[in-house]
């Protein structure tokens, strides 16, 4: 069983930054590729970012490219997801989703974030 716990949420002014942080931890034998998505109240969940775990590349939506960046650390299997230039707009409950080689997926519990003045 794979574990994945989330950081970093919380209340944030429009224009400031949050560094969200997903911790995987369990039965991790082979990690493909991780995912942060979003979902806003009364909206569908959305992707927003995404990085395989070999090479390295990175994936965005167009809502948050040039705002967000997604990073690893493999040797603590962790993501990160350092949000800039928040907009009201960003609010949502965060993600993150894991892929290992063999196909299987999880999912983290969320954790709330917050673009409010």
């Known amino acids: 069983q794979v574990q994945l716990v989330e950081s970093g949420g919380g209340l944030v002014q429009p224009g400031g930054s949050l560094r969200l942080s997903c911790a995987a931890s369990?039965?991790?034998?082979?990690?493909?590729?991780m995912k942060w998505f979003r979902q806003a109240p009364g909206k569908e969940r959305e992707f927003v970012a995404q990085?395989?775990?070999?090479?390295?590349?990175?994936y965005y939506a167009d809502s948050v490219k040039g705002r967000f960046t997604i990073s690893k650390d493999n040797a603590n299997n962790t993501v990160y997801l350092q949000m800039n230039s928040l907009k009201p707009e960003d609010t949502a409950v965060y993600y993150c989703?894991?892929?290992?080689?063999?196909?299987?997926?999880?999912w983290g519990q969320g954790i709330q974030g917050t673009v409010s003045s």
């Open positions: 989703n894991l892929l290992t080689r063999s196909g299987l997926d999880y």
């Open positions: 369990g039965s991790i034998f082979s990690i493909y590729r």
């Open positions: 990085i395989s775990w070999s090479g390295g590349s990175t």
